[in-house]
């Protein structure tokens, strides 16, 4: 009896190992709301995504850090960005921003795959430090000037190469597009090798550009307004048991994040910087704010049908089994109210390039139904996120809900899980720090615990932790809030006045880590700066 448990435990050990590694893709939209998806309550069409749910995981309490670039950083690396310096330090002048350079121990995902076996490939934005081909991608459509403009090729190029203007152009489209080239080639010439891609739409973010056949789809949709609609929303997410707790009130004193005055006056006088109820909208700012949400609406719209094209792809090459796709937000939806690029044309069809439109915070507060804030706020709606996880082969579930709070630091992590690769302890010489990102590959089968001690927030002096069900959070220069999100994840309730040993806990433990977050940052040169002496005997893991 013994021997046969012993051949059985060897069997299944075997199995494991032959077991082909999962094809992995990681697909980021850009501003998009909590609530914006259908699976998640929402009432823009997106059926591909809501396909994925309904055939794997919904996450309920995802987070990311509030900024695209910041999170892009936390996907790639597993560390919070500040970690390595992809965000701004508070006190030291020359860290972080959009501009720094990764620690010599923090190289991207892609390095660690590409040892394994993998090919690795990206479509879309970037926002990381370096250029996709020289972090180990083996081909890369990267978006330049589609990113103020969604139907300019100009400043996009594919493996370097610029993107050609045609009359159709529209970057949610180039980016499918290449998505689904890189994949045939793949499949064409490495169809031996799992392949890893890093798939960065720029929808929904702002200028709100989209075509006009999918705008109509949505023209008559948003006359009721953004009350009504987040209040529809809320009620389809208590019915599919996404949230538990009151729809918070919107903010009527919250506005942009950054005040540019001259911007909103060229928007003309049917343009509104504050969520208002709607009934005290004039009939003209009800139909210029109507028409702005259409146009949101149709670039995710869009973008879930090109994301429809690439599941498609994955079929015809016999991939779509064994390929575990995440989908994620790099934050909530945007309260940015700004006129960039080419400028905006108050004349020009909404929607078409020569305008540039921001849904404003009375939408942005609807699409991150039901939570409070925006954007580069770390309260709920601004770090909140809808994660999606599929995967036919690996994901025995169907239609299930998890959880557990888990972090765009976990991706990194639950990866390298997947593909049976584990990190050096040292990167070029350097020892490789502890990394906050923890596996949820076992999540992916039942519902259990993601181990964290605690998340942590910062960014341009929006501060929170995160530690079980207690939630500490401030805005730039305000005052700490405490709210138990084991009940009030819609952060109604302040308990700091009355549970002020709490606050002290969790601040202290906030600025703990911030303190060795910043020993952390300055723990060693640049990525591209060589090894010390004593170590250059040592081969590089990762060039």
């Known amino acids: 009896m013994k021997l046969s448990l012993v051949l059985l435990a060897a069997l299944l050990v075997v199995s494991t190992l032959s077991a082909a590694p999962p094809n992995i893709i990681v697909i980021l939209a850009d501003d998009l709301g909590y609530s914006d998806l259908g699976c998640y309550g929402g009432e823009i069409a997106t059926p591909n995504l809501d396909a994925l749910a309904v055939g794997g995981l919904r ?24 970690q390595v310096r992809r965000d701004i330090l508070p006190g030291i002048a020359s860290g972080g921003g959009n501009r720094g350079i990764r620690p010599a121990w923090a190289p991207l995902l892609t390095e660690f795959l590409r040892p394994a076996g993998y090919r690795n490939y990206h479509s879309g934005k970037w926002h990381i430090d370096g250029r996709p081909l020289g972090n180990a991608f083996d081909h890369s459509f990267e978006i330049g000037g589609g990113q103020s403009n969604f139907f300019k090729a100009s400043g996009n190029t594919d493996d370097g190469v610029p993107n050609v203007q045609t009359p159709d152009y529209y970057v949610t489209t180039a980016t499918a597009d290449h998505s689904v080239k890189y994949l045939q080639e793949h499949a064409a010439k490495f169809g031996a090798q799992p392949f890893f891609h890093y798939l960065c739409f720029t929808a929904p973010h702002f200028p709100l550009h989209a075509p006009a056949a999918d705008i109509a789809k949505y023209r008559d949709t948003y006359g009721q307004g953004w009350n009504a609609i987040a209040e529809a929303r809320y009620a389809r997410q208590k019915k599919i048991g996404l949230v538990t707790h009151a729809l918070p009130a919107m903010e009527r004193e919250i506005g942009p994040p950054y005040a540019f005055p001259d911007d909103i006056t060229k928007l003309g006088p049917d343009e509104v910087n504050r969520p208002l109820p709607w009934s005290e909208l004039t009939g003209s700012q009800r139909i210029f704010q109507a028409a702005k949400m259409a146009i949101h609406a149709a670039m995710v719209d869009r973008m879930d049908q090109e994301i429809g ?58 699409a991150n139904t039901p939570f409070r804030r925006h954007k580069t706020w770390v309260h709920e709606g601004g770090i ?90 401030t805005a730039k220069q305000g005052e700490w809030e405490l709210y138990n999100l084991a009940r009030d994840r819609g952060e109604s309730e302040n308990l700091a006045a009355k549970i002020p040993a709490k606050v002290r806990e969790l601040e202290a433990r906030w600025t703990q880590h911030l303190a060795e977050t910043m020993t952390l940052a300055l723990s060693a040169p640049a990525k591209d700066v060589p090894a010390p002496a004593a170590k250059k005997g040592k081969r590089a893991q990762q060039d």
């Open 59 to 82: 996450f309920t309490q995802a987070y990311n850090t509030a900024r695209c670039w910041p999170s892009r950083a936390a996907v790639m690396t597993g560390y919070y960005a500040q």
């Open 309 to 366: 094209r690439i599941i498609s792809q994955l079929k015809a090459m016999g991939a779509y089994e064994n390929t575990l796709i995440l989908f994620a937000s790099d934050n909530g939806a945007s309260a940015e109210m700004m006129v960039r690029g080419d400028g905006h044309d108050p004349a020009a069809p909404m929607g078409s390039a020569k305008t540039f439109l921001c849904i404003g915070p009375g939408w942005s507060s609807a």
């Open 384 to 473: 909140s996120t809808p994660l999606i996880a599929h995967w036919p082969a690996g994901i025995p579930a169907r239609g299930e809900l998890r959880r557990s709070p888990t972090h765009l630091i976990d991706i990194l992590p639950t990866v390298l899980e997947l593909a049976g690769v584990k990190i050096p302890t040292e990167i070029k010489g350097f020892p490789v720090p502890p990394s906050p990102g923890r596996s949820f590959a076992a999540a992916l089968k039942q519902d259990v615990a993601v181990a964290h001690d605690f998340l942590w927030w910062e960014h341009e002096g929006n501060r929170a932790i995160r530690a079980g069900d207690w939630k500490l959070v």
